[in-house]
C-alpha cells in the first residue's frame, strides 16, 4: 500500500500568512494526488486534483503543485474562513491513502 | 444539483451485519466511480472501498477486506455496502462519495460527499 506521510500534523498561523502543507508518498504515483478541506461538523471538500487542477468554486488563493516525489497544498493569504483540517489523498493505486490530515489553527 | 444520502446506519453488537445504502441524483451516476470513507470520531479520514461505473474494478481497504462487500446498481442510482463481522474499530461516520471518473483504470478526485450515516459498534 502507498503511504502519504503529511506534514504538519498541526500549523498556528495568521490571517493573510502565506502557509504550505507537504504530503510525501511512500512510491512514484505521477500526479495521482488531490487535497481536500474538512471543517468541524462539515463534509470533505474537494480544492485540488490531479495535483494542481483548482476544483470549480474554489478560492484562486488555493494552490497545489508538485516537486519531485513530494506534493504541496499552498494558501497565499490565509482568510478566517480557511482555519479548517486538510487532507491529501492518492489514487494512483488501490487501495487509495489519504495523509493524517493537518490542522490549521488561529493564532 | 449532486446529492447523496446514505441510511442503513445503527448501532450493532461485535460480529453482526448492517447494509447501507446511497442514494445518487443530479448527476450520471452510471458515469462515474463510487466510494464509501469513513471517520471514526475525532479521526481521519479512512478510505473503505470503491467501485467503477460498471461494477468491473471493486477495491478495498486491507482493513476490510472480506468483511465487507461493496456493490452498486444503476438503474437504482444506488450504492451500497454490506458490513459482515463487525468490531468495535468499524465505528465511524460513512461517507458516500462520488468520484470525478469512471474509475475503469484508476479513481481520481472525490469530488461530492454525502452527510454520511453513523455506524457503532457496541455491546
Known amino acids: 500500500d502507498i503511504q502519504m506521510t503529511q506534514s504538519p500534523s498541526s500549523l498556528s498561523a495568521s490571517v493573510g500568512d502565506r502557509v504550505t502543507i507537504t504530503c510525501r508518498p511512500s512510491?512514484?504515483?505521477?500526479?495521482?494526488v488531490s487535497w481536500y478541506q474538512q471543517k468541524p461538523g462539515q463534509v470533505p471538500n474537494l480544492l485540488i486534483y490531479a495535483a494542481s487542477t483548482l476544483q470549480s468554486g474554489v478560492p484562486s488563493r488555493f494552490s497545489g503543485s508538485k516537486s519531485g516525489a513530494n506534493f504541496t497544498l499552498t494558501i497565499s493569504s490565509l482568510q478566517p474562513d480557511d482555519f479548517a483540517t486538510y487532507y491529501c489523498?492518492?489514487?494512483?493505486?488501490?487501495?487509495?491513502?489519504f495523509g493524517q490530515g493537518t490542522r490549521l489553527e488561529i493564532k | 444539483e449532486v446529492e447523496l444520502v446514505e441510511s442503513g446506519g445503527d448501532l450493532v453488537q461485535p460480529d453482526r451485519s448492517l447494509r447501507l445504502s446511497c442514494a445518487a441524483s443530479g448527476f450520471a451516476f452510471d458515469d462515474c466511480a463510487m466510494h464509501w470513507v469513513r471517520q471514526a470520531p475525532g479521526k481521519g479520514l479512512e478510505w473503505v472501498a470503491g467501485i467503477s461505473w460498471n461494477s468491473g474494478k471493486i477495491d478495498y481497504a486491507d482493513s476490510v477486506k472480506d468483511r465487507f462487500t461493496i456493490s452498486r446498481d444503476n438503474a437504482k442510482r444506488s450504492l451500497y455496502l454490506q458490513l459482515n463481522s463487525l468490531r468495535p474499530e468499524d465505528t465511524a461516520l460513512y461517507y458516500c462519495?462520488?468520484?470525478?471518473?469512471?474509475?475503469?483504470?484508476?479513481?481520481?478526485?472525490?469530488?461530492?460527499w454525502g452527510q454520511g450515516t453513523l455506524v457503532t459498534v457496541s455491546s
Open positions: 462519495v462520488k468520484d470525478m471518473h469512471p474509475g475503469s483504470v484508476r479513481y481520481f478526485g472525490l469530488d461530492s
Open positions: 512510491q512514484l504515483i505521477n500526479v495521482y
Open positions: 489523498q492518492q489514487t494512483y493505486s488501490a487501495p487509495i491513502t
